[in-house]
């Protein structure tokens, strides 16, 4: 029997939708149409036409119907408010996966598609504990969610045993709770996005400066869940360096985590919460390190003759601590399609071989002495200078390239990313085994790299697979997945750097973290969450 779609239930209106579309990513008003040279390219190398058939309309779309009972609703609305409960496919569907390319592939499924039974907001810690209890005793499956970015399958409502599943929306969760100046750290709301909380913190001279890719819809609670890790890491760290504190609600209690800068006092805590995606408690708030507002910003791009020589460089620069805080190495092929992309770079010089990026922020006098001491280990290490353009359309752009995949994607071509990272001496082996992995998988696919986040004893390695569309995407890139998660595994690369979980990555966490690994996590999930109803399916072997 076909499902029908099911209705709000009465006096639950439907609740305002996140700001991501629903079959695509972000802003419908960015769209990207695909330009001439870009299309001509996927004709010759990939024999993509672009003739794609069309994704359903939204009135199209079939979910199945609610699984809740009218009791389950009633104790659900008894703790957040009719308001702020929904069984509207409107509220659902947002919220039925994250926006890999699969996520997006089911989206323009037209046979009925599956999404969390009911969202529900909640405006607090006390209103998420009695959630938790309501859901752990009517076995509903519960799954945190942020801005809905992810790209590893941690937003799929995951039923398993469960009765039902709900999607819990922290965009309630949204204020600068405390602000400490003298100490330089800031106590924000998990719902909050990474605008929000720039445009708060600026308010008061400051800034967090954490710029990933998804900025612009992420949560900060889904920085700490996912181990997030920003394009300017180079000069600020990771996401979770930045983290000093959290605030968890588990169904076991609450934690307080993070009293001092650094503590002896046993195992650091803050790491069971830090990438547990939402599977060990749901995080409410943060308490990170934040910086004054760069008064000054500086900008160059340089060339390589080849990935080789701009990776010694990048670690040349790392290693002496220079103190770039955008530090970004293309290969060839990346390079190349870039070119294609924006067409033309002002009126730098052409960039052949491979295009590094860097930045600087500080004061005047900072920038200046980084900038000197960067430049002059470029250049020692064989890179040509190509002024500041190059950098600055990088900086512009820097979040609009799941844009380009939706339209590639319109175009019938699959395009999607994967990443990891390895030690310096590691590095060339990963890539060749990973991309050798990926074009044995999908004959004729074009796969670009870059090198994303440096450290002192190593890089993470960024991918990016544009193939032909074909008869059976899902399968195919799930082929292609197992592959290049094998040739990770198999090359010493960690499964991953910064996208997380999920369930994508779920089937080689045994192998990268080990059987006594294993048993520790699930220890610790039946301890906080003895009835296993968060966000169940994911990271969790």
């Not at 900038?371 to 190509?386: D, M, N, V, W, Y």
């Amino acid at each position: 029997m076909t499902p029908e779609k099911q209705a709000a239930p009465a006096g639950a209106a439907a609740l305002p939708l996140p700001p991501m579309k629903w079959d695509a990513w972000g802003d419908p008003g960015l769209a990207k149409e695909l330009s001439a040279d870009i299309k001509g390219l996927l004709a010759a190398a990939l024999g993509v036409t672009g003739d794609a058939a069309p994704g359903p309309d939204v009135s199209e779309v079939v979910l199945r119907p609610s699984a809740l009972t009218p009791d389950d609703l009633a104790a659900l609305a008894a703790v957040v408010g009719e308001a702020h409960l929904s069984t509207a496919d409107a509220d659902r569907l947002p919220r039925a996966g994250g926006k890999s390319t699969p996520d997006l592939l089911r989206r323009r499924s037209r046979e009925p598609q599956d999404a969390p039974d009911a969202v529900v907001l909640p405006g607090g810690e006390e209103e998420i504990a009695a959630l938790l209890a309501v859901c752990a005793e009517r076995r509903i499956a519960v799954v945190p969610f942020g801005g809905g970015t992810s790209v590893v399958g941690g937003l799929e409502p995951q039923r398993g045993a469960f009765a039902a599943v709900v999607s819990l929306d922290l965009r309630r969760l949204d204020q600068l709770l405390d602000l400490d100046g003298t100490s330089g750290e800031a106590l924000l709301g998990a719902g909050l996005t990474g605008p929000a909380a720039e445009a708060l913190l600026a308010e008061h001279g400051f800034e967090l400066g954490h710029y990933p890719q998804s900025f612009r819809y992420a949560t900060i609670g889904g920085f700490a869940a996912t181990r997030s890790s920003g394009q300017n890491s180079a000069g600020h760290g990771r996401f979770d360096e930045m983290v000093r504190g959290l605030r968890v609600v588990t169904p076991a209690g609450v934690l307080d985590l993070g009293r001092a800068p650094a503590s002896a006092a046993g195992p650091d805590l803050r790491e069971l919460f830090l990438g547990s995606e939402g599977t060990l408690g749901v995080i409410t708030a943060v308490r990170v390190r934040v910086h004054p507002v760069p008064a000054v910003k500086a900008y160059e791009a340089w060339s390589f003759p080849d990935f080789a020589t701009g990776t010694a460089a990048l670690r040349a620069v790392e290693q002496q601590g220079t103190g770039a805080t955008v530090l970004r190495l293309s290969d060839e092929a990346e390079t190349m399609v870039n070119l294609a992309m924006t067409e033309k770079i002002g009126g730098e010089p052409a960039v052949t071989g491979c295009l590094a990026v860097t930045v600087f922020e500080g004061t005047a006098e900072q920038v200046a002495a980084r900038h000197q001491l960067t430049r002059a280990a470029l250049l020692a290490a064989g890179g040509s200078s190509l002024g500041e353009t190059p950098a600055r359309a990088w900086e512009h752009g820097r979040f609009n390239a799941p844009y380009l995949r939706d339209a590639l994607l319109d175009a019938g071509a699959l395009c999607e990313t994967l990443e990891t990272a390895t030690s310096w001496q590691q590095l060339p082996a990963l890539r060749f085994a990973v991309t050798a992995a990926l074009t044995e998988a999908l004959p004729g696919a074009l796969v670009l790299c870059h090198i994303s986040h440096v450290y002192p004893t190593g890089a993470s390695l960024y991918f990016t697979v544009v193939a032909a569309l074909g008869e059976e995407p899902l399968e195919r890139w799930a082929t292609a997945k197992r592959a290049a998660g094998d040739a990770i595994v198999r090359s010493g690369g960690t499964i991953t750097h910064h996208h997380a979980v999920g369930t994508d990555h779920r089937p080689w966490m045994a192998a990268e973290i080990g059987e006594v690994g294993v048993r520790i996590l699930r220890a610790v999930k039946a301890e906080l969450d003895p009835a296993g109803i968060l966000n169940p399916g994911k990271l969790i072997p």
